[in-house]
């Protein structure tokens, strides 16, 4: 992930209990000018952020996403943060011209802060855009601009005049008409864009010349929009000088009818002022003579050649000043001064450059300034009466020495007694200036704090609103509070104090304003708890019954008194020794061992049972028997297993399973008399018995006859011995094919093959089907046809078979058919 680097300056600042700051805000909302980056006059380009009385977390993003890396800033109270974006420039600078684009910045925090942007601060072309946080946001502007010198065309790329616009919601659709030429349209022909939240859009000017900037151009929409004016590159009439001039602008509904513009340090008559009007038929007074009349959107410059100037107008109007030192110029959009100001400034001052400090104030407020907590920076003869004013407003302008602050470190200024207007000029008559306007376009001046938020009864309550010249103030409360002093102090509050404060604050010319501060104040409690627990809980720590008296503390930091009246009831204990046999169980256990379960008691309570058990085993025995038939074993006669239950000598079952086998008498069967063909053999099998003897003293269970004669065997078992005889004829059998057969697998008659063959020799069968398929062939007389063709069964049917053989060197040919039977 790509950083911002980022300069965080640590320094504390005094701010007292004052409330009306800079242009202070929680969200800001800016459009970057695209600036020539001709031998990088475009950069380093910083954002300047400073904090007040609160810490706050601030972050810094694109909400359309235009490349910019989100950054987070844990920004301590009373401090400032420098926030370098210049390896960023490409995306967040607005321009080409006549292009919607992502590069809208949002800074949001979690406390106020102030803002600006600034360009170029170690080099040529340095300027300060002061962020002015909700003040900025508006749906209704006009464009200020200077007409009296032309854009430099010494640089590439070439530096136009521009406003540049930035979307804070979805669907924002923005009409936009040029007062001159712009990229992609021309003067006085309406157009609209639609901007999504975070989206730009820069407006530049076709024409470098004084008379085709853009003053008077009209931008109106139907959500909230911020406006960034710029004028780059700006040649100072008369002189050799070029440098960018800007500010963001505010809406209509911010501008004024009274500013008072304090004189820089240009050379010359080149201290101008621009005065743009936003209604039809507005008279324009500087330092009580009227200068002249204009229409909405029309601009009048006039010189500033006094000290101070006082301008009057019959309707709103934009001022817009031209200022600096030497030829070195600098613009900024000023604050109306009616009702508007701060009580407090800061900055950073960024460079060693001169630094000037332009002041404005009431009279009457001359003696209460301080700069970073000195009082000698900014005198009471500083200060000279504003022309035209009847000597109610006093202007000064003060160089600020380098001692104050260090480069990089914060710069605040302070008046403890009322409203001033600062404006700041940095710079020298060789390189450049920027200047900026850092007091609040606003006039919140009711504010009401306390030091006590919550306190206890029978404390104190301290009010405070901030310190005034010529203001009134008036406080009501709960219980019938009532108060006209500025700080007023309540003693002894009881409960009934606690609630909201309302301060209402007259300041004359600029009407009441309210403020309200919330007060918590917490009484003694009492309080009485009940509780039972079981033996092992604990509550608050006591675990024995009782009565305790505790003294606590409130959230509030006040006592509160508790008496707990605790009883805690036994846990039951139960022992169980148990014996069983194998197969039954206690409490559903089975098997040997201890036991312990967690019951619920009837208190409640948990109850401890634990059980020793001991499992006996069963007895098992199996015994195996042969007995003859008609005797008996433990009283069975018949074949089987056969189990009994007994009881063993530890009291449980006995299992014992007899296996009884029942052997009868012998009977051995050698089948009838048979005849044997010649060449074949006989197999004699008289049963299954445990010895055998045949005729010849053989002993094998089966005799096979290859010869005629007489056979015998004698077959010996447990229950005795018997004899059996057989007679074997010879005979001269029929060499034959069968007419069927049925390969199924019992094993029977599976296959087709010659029947009755001994001592066959030249052996031949073939066989066919009956599409004249040959289907099976052999030589082996021993071997047959199983009913299959290349491994697959055929269909049953009629199949022919063909066969040649010798029978004693006899030749012998023969065919037929046969049927496969399934």
Same mark, same amino acid.
């Given at each position: 992930?790509?950083?911002?680097?980022?300069?965080?300056?640590?320094?504390?600042?005094?701010?007292?209990?004052?409330?009306?700051?800079?242009?202070?805000?929680?969200?800001?909302?800016?459009?970057?000018?695209?600036?020539?980056?001709?031998?990088?006059?475009?950069?380093?380009?910083?954002?300047?952020?400073?904090?007040?009385?609160?810490?706050?977390?601030?972050?810094?993003?694109?909400?359309?996403?235009?490349?910019?890396?989100?950054?987070?800033?844990?920004?301590?109270?009373?401090?400032?943060?420098?926030?370098?974006?210049?390896?960023?420039?490409?995306?967040?600078?607005?321009?080409?011209?006549?292009?919607?684009?992502?590069?809208?910045?949002?800074?949001?925090?979690?406390?106020?802060?102030?803002?600006?942007?600034?360009?170029?601060?170690?080099?040529?072309?340095?300027?300060?855009?002061?962020?002015?946080?909700?003040?900025?946001?508006?749906?209704?502007?006009?464009?200020?601009?200077?007409?009296?010198?032309?854009?430099?065309?010494?640089?590439?790329?070439?530096?136009?005049?521009? #406003?540049?616009?930035?979307?804070?919601?979805?669907?924002?659709?923005?009409?936009?008409?040029?007062?001159?030429?712009?990229?992609?349209?021309?003067?006085?022909?309406?157009? @609209?864009?639609?901007?999504?939240?975070?989206?730009?859009?820069?407006?530049?000017?076709?024409?470098?010349?004084?008379?085709?900037?853009?003053?008077?151009?009209?931008?109106?929409?139907?959500?909230?929009?911020?406006?960034?004016?710029?004028? /780059?590159?700006?040649?100072?009439?008369?002189?050799?000088?070029?440098?960018?001039?800007?500010?963001?602008?505010?809406?209509?509904?911010?501008?004024?009818?009274?500013?008072?513009?304090?004189?820089?340090?240009?050379?010359?008559?080149?201290?101008?002022?621009?005065?743009?009007?936003?209604?039809?038929?507005?008279?324009?007074?500087?330092?009580?003579?009227?200068?002249?009349?204009?229409?909405?959107?029309?601009?009048?410059?006039?010189?500033?050649?006094?000290?101070?100037?006082?301008?009057?107008?019959?309707?709103?109007?934009?001022?817009?000043?031209?200022?600096?030192?030497?030829?070195?110029?600098?613009?900024?959009?000023?604050?109306?001064?009616?009702?508007?100001?701060?009580?407090?400034?800061?900055?950073?001052?960024?460079?060693?450059?001169?630094?000037?400090?332009?002041?404005?104030?009431?009279?009457?407020?001359?003696?209460?300034?301080?700069?970073?907590?000195?009082?000698?920076?900014?005198?009471?003869?500083?200060?000279?009466?504003?022309?035209?004013?009847?000597?109610?407003?006093?202007?000064?302008?003060?160089?600020?020495?380098?001692?104050?602050?260090?480069?990089?470190?914060?710069?605040?200024?302070?008046?403890?007694?009322?409203? #001033?207007?600062?404006?700041?000029?940095?710079?020298?008559?060789?390189?450049?200036?920027?200047?900026?306007?850092?007091?609040?376009?606003?006039?919140?001046?009711?504010?009401?704090?306390?030091?006590?938020?919550?306190?206890?009864?029978?404390?104190?309550?301290?009010?405070?609103?901030?310190?005034?010249?010529?203001?009134?103030?008036?406080?009501?409360?709960?219980?019938?509070?009532?108060?006209?002093?500025?700080?007023?102090?309540?003693?002894?509050?009881?409960?009934?104090?606690?609630?909201?404060?309302?301060?209402?604050?007259?300041?004359?010319?600029?009407?009441?304003?309210?403020?309200?501060?919330?007060?918590?104040?917490?009484?003694?409690?009492?309080?009485?708890?009940?509780?039972?627990?079981?033996?092992?809980?604990?509550?608050?720590?006591?675990?024995?019954?009782?009565?305790?008296?505790?003294?606590?503390?409130?959230?509030?930091?006040?006592?509160?008194?508790?008496?707990?009246?605790?009883?805690?009831?036994?846990?039951?204990?139960?022992?169980?020794?148990?014996?069983?046999?194998?197969?039954?169980?206690?409490?559903?256990?089975?098997?040997?061992?201890?036991?312990? /379960?967690?019951?619920?008691?009837?208190?409640?309570?948990?109850?401890?049972?634990?059980?020793?058990?001991?499992?006996?085993?069963?007895?098992?025995?199996?015994?195996?028997?042969?007995?003859?038939?008609?005797?008996?074993?433990?009283?069975?006669?018949?074949?089987?297993?056969?189990?009994?239950?007994?009881?063993?000598?530890?009291?449980?079952?006995?299992?014992?399973?007899?296996?009884?086998?029942?052997? @009868?008498?012998?009977?051995?069967?050698?089948?009838?008399?048979?005849?044997?063909?010649?060449?074949? @053999?006989?197999?004699?099998?008289?049963?299954?018995?445990?010895?055998?003897?045949?005729?010849?003293?053989? @002993?094998?269970?089966?005799?096979?006859?290859?010869?005629?004669?007489?056979?015998?065997?004698?077959?010996?078992?447990?229950?005795?011995?018997?004899?059996?005889?057989?007679?074997?004829?010879?005979?001269?059998?029929?060499?034959? #094919?069968?007419?069927?057969?049925?390969?199924?697998? /019992?094993?029977?008659?599976?296959?087709?093959?010659?029947?009755?063959?001994?001592?066959?020799?030249?052996?031949?069968?073939?066989?066919?089907?009956?599409?004249?398929?040959?289907?099976?062939?052999?030589?082996?007389?021993?071997?047959?046809? /199983?009913?299959?063709?290349?491994?697959?069964?055929?269909?049953?049917?009629?199949?022919?078979?063909?066969?040649?053989?010798?029978?004693?060197?006899?030749?012998?040919?023969?065919?037929?058919?046969?049927?496969?039977?399934?």
């Amino acid at each position: 992930m790509n950083w911002i680097r980022k300069t965080i300056l640590l320094t504390c600042f005094f701010i007292a209990t004052l409330s009306s700051f800079a242009q202070i805000d929680t969200e800001f909302w800016f459009a970057a000018p695209d600036i020539s980056s001709s031998t990088g006059l475009d950069r380093p380009a910083f954002l300047r952020i400073a904090s007040f009385k609160d810490a706050g977390t601030v972050t810094i993003s694109q909400p359309a996403g235009g490349g910019l890396p989100t950054q987070v800033i844990n920004l301590p109270a009373n401090s400032s943060a420098s926030i370098d974006l210049t390896a960023w420039l490409a995306a967040v600078e607005c321009g080409p011209g006549n292009t919607v684009q992502n590069k809208g910045i949002r800074i949001v925090s979690t406390a106020q802060i102030s803002v600006y942007y600034e360009v170029n601060h170690t080099s040529r072309n340095p300027e300060l855009f002061v962020l002015k946080g909700k003040n900025a946001l508006g749906n209704d502007f006009f464009i200020s601009s200077q007409n009296a010198g032309s854009n430099t065309t010494a640089h590439t790329p070439l530096p136009y005049s521009s #406003f540049n616009i930035v979307a804070t919601e979805d669907n924002t659709n923005i009409t936009i008409t040029p007062a001159k030429n712009i990229v992609g349209h021309l003067a006085g022909v309406p157009f @609209t864009i639609t901007l999504n939240r975070g989206q730009t859009y820069a407006a530049i000017a076709t024409s470098q010349a004084p008379a085709d900037h853009l003053e008077g151009s009209k931008v109106t929409s139907t959500k909230p929009v911020a406006i960034t004016l710029a004028d /780059d590159l700006v040649i100072s009439p008369g002189y050799a000088c070029a440098d960018l001039i800007g500010d963001q602008t505010i809406p209509i509904s911010v501008t004024g009818t009274e500013y008072v513009v304090t004189k820089g340090y240009l050379i010359g008559t080149q201290e101008k002022i621009y005065i743009t009007a936003t209604a039809n038929g507005t008279t324009v007074s500087q330092d009580g003579i009227v200068v002249g009349t204009l229409n909405a959107g029309q601009t009048l410059q006039t010189n500033l050649s006094n000290a101070s100037s006082y301008i009057v107008a019959s309707n709103p109007v934009y001022v817009y000043q031209i200022s600096g030192i030497g030829c070195e110029l600098g613009g900024a959009i000023l604050p109306p001064i009616k009702c508007t100001g701060s009580l407090s400034v800061t900055y950073t001052r960024s460079s060693s450059r001169s630094n000037y400090l332009n002041v404005l104030i009431r009279a009457g407020g001359e003696s209460f300034f301080k700069v970073n907590g000195s009082n000698s920076v900014i005198k009471p003869t500083d200060f000279s009466p504003v022309p035209g004013t009847a000597n109610q407003w006093l202007s000064a302008s003060v160089l600020l020495s380098n001692s104050i602050s260090a480069i990089d470190s914060p710069v605040t200024i302070t008046n403890s007694r009322t409203f #001033f207007h600062l404006g700041v000029l940095i710079g020298n008559d060789r390189e450049g200036t920027a200047f900026g306007f850092f007091s609040s376009f606003n006039n919140n001046y009711a504010n009401a704090s306390t030091t006590t938020p919550f306190i206890c009864d029978g404390g104190k309550v301290s009010l405070f609103a901030d310190t005034l010249l010529t203001a009134t103030y008036q406080w009501t409360g709960p219980n019938g509070f009532t108060s006209n002093q500025q700080n007023p102090v309540i003693n002894n509050a009881t409960t009934a104090s606690a609630g909201k404060y309302y301060l209402t604050v007259s300041l004359p010319g600029c009407g009441n304003q309210l403020d309200s501060v919330t007060i918590g104040i917490g009484g003694s409690k009492t309080s009485t708890v009940n509780r039972t627990i079981c033996e092992g809980d604990t509550v608050e720590g006591y675990t024995t019954s009782g009565t305790y008296i505790d003294t606590l503390n409130t959230a509030l930091g006040c006592d509160s008194i508790r008496t707990l009246n605790l009883i805690v009831l036994p846990k039951s204990v139960l022992t169980l020794t148990q014996t069983i046999c194998e197969g039954g169980s206690v409490f559903g256990y089975t098997q040997t061992g201890i036991y312990i /379960d967690t019951l619920t008691a009837a208190n409640g309570c948990d109850s401890i049972r634990t059980i020793n058990l001991t499992v006996l085993p069963r007895s098992r025995s199996t015994l195996t028997e042969t007995i003859c038939q008609g005797q008996s074993y433990l009283g069975y006669s018949t074949a089987g297993i056969h189990v009994d239950t007994l009881v063993a000598a530890n009291g449980c079952d006995s299992i014992r399973t007899l296996i009884l086998n029942v052997d @009868t008498q012998p009977l051995p069967n050698l089948g009838p008399n048979r005849e044997l063909c010649v060449g074949d @053999t006989i197999q004699l099998y008289p049963g299954l018995y445990a010895s055998y003897l045949w005729q010849d003293n053989s @002993t094998n269970d089966r005799f096979v006859v290859n010869q005629t004669g007489n056979y015998s065997v004698t077959v010996t078992n447990a229950c005795g011995s018997a004899s059996d005889a057989v007679t074997i004829r010879a005979v001269d059998c029929v060499i034959l #094919f069968p007419n069927a057969f049925t390969p199924n697998g /019992d094993g029977r008659n599976d296959y087709f093959k010659i029947l009755n063959a001994f001592n066959l020799t030249d052996y031949k069968l073939t066989i066919y089907n009956r599409w004249g398929q040959l289907v099976y062939t052999t030589t082996d007389f021993r071997q047959g046809w /199983d009913g299959q063709l290349k491994g697959m069964p055929q269909d049953p049917g009629m199949f022919v078979y063909y066969s040649s053989y010798k029978k004693d060197n006899i030749p012998v040919t023969t065919k037929g058919s046969f049927i496969l039977i399934r």
